[in-house]
């Protein structure tokens, strides 16, 4: 027989994780959500975690340097920033057909370093204009069910409900959505009917850059407000993880980013909350939580692959055709 | 003495500038150019008596001041675990740097390297510091092993670890004394806090932690029997996001006091926040204030680290410098800032008067009889720990829970 206390307790720790657990997500999400959007059209982008730097530094620089008070502007900057280094990525990919592999490591590398430099100074230094929480439904008691959902900051609904449903919408209910999927399909294909591979390419690669890039901007606005090194600390590359596990479709890539998160926050509020687990020890307990959020990631892209051999849904699932090749109109 | 790491080996006679011979890092630390014609390509100023030569006698310009075997100029290095402008535990250090460097002016030449984790490249980095012919290498945490094995090989350059447990005749270790600071905020923290929980958020289990979560509870227990310390690790010193993680998951759980031992404020950001009491560990800084501006408790001052670097500079300097015996340390006093605004005069009136007793001995931070948190005696009723055994402790009081 199960006690309403322990009950209680399971209930209140599942809220303190889910409270914590959304908006440590949304850095993920948007940096996945953004790789997504290029890799629908064919452009593997594997720089995020510059990106998310590039975009987290440009937002600190605008509040702590150039004196601007609106967290909204700030992030439209380091979207901005982070949108121009997506620029010289995508015309080296798409414009020169670069290696796609090897660019985006140099702007993953590049935009740390870049970012990293940039912020000299400003480490640690608190930021005041952070996004502010706002309810989606009245006004909550502290701890209820509705609050761990519904109270969080304007970024973490558009980022969890806005931008999947729009994006959902447009790739699988709109003309446009079906050329974009066609040009990572079969840019041949999408040439020969008309529709522009180079535009939607370097389109969607500048529109992703600049999601990622809000992804970093949404750090240092919101989740932790202050500059540090390496900021992304490995969740631009969790991202590219995520996409592979949601498939490449919007839902799917919330549904990661959330898993993603909930380790992150199982770390600290497992140990906050005194649990305990089997040959642990309460030290070594933090060492093994810190490490949860990668094996939890790695677990959960084999899921696809495993369901791709044993031949189920492997078309949902799959990557697009012609991802991370160049297309040179010539070839057949 | 040529170090073992050089390629390039000069004939003892050789006519090279001593900035040339540093350069090419050819010879070893401390060779004292004697009327700037002939360089003595050996080093002699260490006390570790591992030089086999010792500089010639200076008697001509160069004359040094004192008898004992020294330098003209000391070349020193710091390196450190986080960027230099933390607004914490690096910056403290940096500051420690400047005012050894403005003490000494033309006679020391500083400079540092942050950011430097524990991987294989930190001994490399040490390395390459021991080439470019620094005298003396500070590190501003703990690389163990992972500078030990640098120092092992070159005797003749000396190194300065923070909470160092390595002990070489060119390793000193030195410490902060914390477990006062900490005892006297959980005291403060034990009136402050309503429902006597107490939020820490810590980095590795190590002697520091263990003396910063004791500290607080002991100091808390001392008004508040039922106090309790809870504790989160986060196995990095400097990571914003981790730090503002674990203090939302404290603050969630309910704790009433938070406090952490984190490089920099966000944290306390969050507690102001949520409008929780909040102290820092790194030192008085503006930034830590301005995070909770209405929160803010106290910090431990960091203050005894320029005065202790500029020490270590003048005997490297005069040829007096020495480490300290195995298992001894260097302790620096700690001692906790000025109050922030809002802390009751009752609190600032009985922690004066417990820091008044424990400079006069009476009261002992560790005084038995104490149990761990896993229920074993650690000390007997009558016994007592000092700071030195403080350093060495691996355990945690009753009450204190997550370490």
Redesign the interface.
């Known amino acids: 027989m199960i006690s309403a206390q322990v009950l209680a307790l399971i209930d209140n720790a599942f809220l303190?994780l889910v409270?914590?657990a959304i908006p440590?997500s949304t850095v993920v999400l948007l940096a996945a959500t953004g790789a997504m959007l290029g890799e629908r059209v064919g452009v593997l982008n594997l720089g995020q975690e510059g990106l998310i730097g590039v975009g987290a530094v440009y937002a600190v620089i605008a509040v702590l340097s150039w004196g601007i008070t609106s967290p909204w502007l700030a992030l439209l900057i380091g979207m901005a920033a982070a949108a121009l280094a997506g620029l010289i990525f995508a015309v080296a990919v798409v414009v020169f057909r670069a290696n796609q592999v090897l660019v985006g490591l140099a702007l993953a590398l590049g935009g740390v370093g870049l970012s990293n430099q940039l912020g000299?100074?400003?480490?640690?230094?608190?930021i005041q204009n952070t996004f502010q929480e706002v309810s989606l439904g009245g006004s909550f008691e502290d701890g209820s069910v509705l609050e761990a959902f519904l109270f969080h900051d304007p970024i973490v609904y558009l980022a969890y409900i806005a931008m999947p449903v729009a994006l959902w919408f447009l790739l699988f209910r709109t003309r446009h959505g079906m050329n974009m999927r066609a040009v990572g399909e079969n840019p041949a294909a999408a040439d020969a009917v008309g529709v522009s591979v180079m535009r939607s390419r370097l389109g969607y690669t500048v529109l992703g850059a600049a999601l990622s890039g809000a992804g970093g901007a949404y750090?240092v606005l919101s989740?932790?407000?202050?500059w540090?090194?390496d900021?992304a600390?490995g969740r631009g590359w969790v991202a590219l993880a995520v996409v592979i596990f949601a498939g490449w479709r919007p839902g799917w890539v919330v549904a990661g980013a959330l898993l993603y998160g909930s380790m992150?926050?199982l770390?600290?509020?497992a140990?906050?909350?005194?649990w305990e687990l089997p040959f642990f020890g309460?030290?070594d307990l933090?060492?093994f939580l810190?490490m949860l959020p990668y094996v939890v990631t790695l677990i959960a892209i084999l899921i696809p692959a495993g369901a791709a051999k044993i031949g189920r849904r492997v078309r949902a699932t799959a990557a697009p055709g012609a991802l991370a090749i160049p297309y040179w109109r010539e070839e057949r | 003495m040529t170090q073992k790491s050089s390629k390039l080996i000069l004939p003892r006679t050789a006519a090279v500038s001593r900035r040339e011979a540093l350069k090419m890092g050819a010879v070893g630390i401390g060779g004292l150019a004697v009327g700037g014609s002939v360089l003595a390509a050996c080093g002699g100023d260490d006390s570790g008596s591992t030089a086999t030569t010792t500089a010639a006698p200076a008697t001509t310009a160069a004359a040094a001041t004192t008898a004992a075997p020294g330098l003209d100029k000391v070349k020193a290095h710091w390196v450190y675990i986080g960027p230099p402008d933390d607004n914490g535990w690096t910056e403290a250090h940096d500051i420690g740097r400047q005012v050894a460097q403005n003490a000494l002016g033309d006679q020391l030449e500083t400079a540092y390297t942050p950011n430097i984790g524990f991987d294989a490249s930190t001994t490399q980095l040490f390395q390459q510091l021991v080439d470019d012919g620094n005298h003396l290498i500070f590190a501003n945490t703990e690389y163990a092993g992972l500078m030990s094995v640098v120092a092992e090989e070159n005797p003749d350059t000396f190194f300065v670890e923070t909470n160092g447990h390595t002990w070489l005749d060119n390793i000193l270790p030195f410490y902060l004394a914390h477990e006062i600071p900490a005892y006297l905020l959980g005291i403060a923290a034990g009136h402050m806090a309503a429902n006597g929980r107490i939020g820490y958020i810590g980095a590795f289990p190590t002697a520091t932690a263990y003396n910063d979560v004791n500290g607080l509870l002991l100091g808390a227990r001392s008004v508040n029997p039922d106090a309790v310390v809870e504790t989160v690790l986060v196995s990095t010193f400097f990571d914003p996001q981790k730090a503002a993680q674990a203090a939302n998951a404290l603050l969630d759980s309910g704790v009433d006091f938070l406090f952490g031992v984190m490089d920099e404020p966000t944290f306390m950001q969050i507690s102001e926040e949520a409008g929780i009491w909040t102290g820092y560990w790194n030192g008085d800084f503006a930034s830590a204030r301005n995070a909770a501006p209405t929160k803010f408790v106290a910090s431990f001052e960091l203050t005894e680290l320029g005065p202790f670097y500029t020490e270590q500079c003048r005997r490297v300097l005069n040829g007096t410098w020495a480490s300290v015996a195995e298992g001894d340390v260097i302790l620096l006093d700690n001692p906790l800032s000025d109050w922030g605004p809002n802390v009751p005069q009752h609190v600032k009136d009985e922690v004066a008067a417990a820091r008044a007793a424990i400079d006069s001995g009476e009261l002992s931070v560790y005084q038995g009889p104490l149990n761990d948190n896993e229920g074993n005696q650690r000390l007997a009723a009558g016994e007592a720990l000092d700071s030195k055994g403080g350093y060495a402790i691996d355990w945690a009081v009753e009450g204190v829970s997550g370490i």
Request: glycine share 8%; charged share 10%; hydrophobic share 20%.
């Open positions: 303190s409270g914590s440590a000299t100074n400003r480490n640690g230094t608190p750090m989740f932790t407000p202050t540090s090194p900021i600390r992150i926050s770390d600290t509020t140990q906050a909350r005194g309460p030290s933090s060492f810190s």
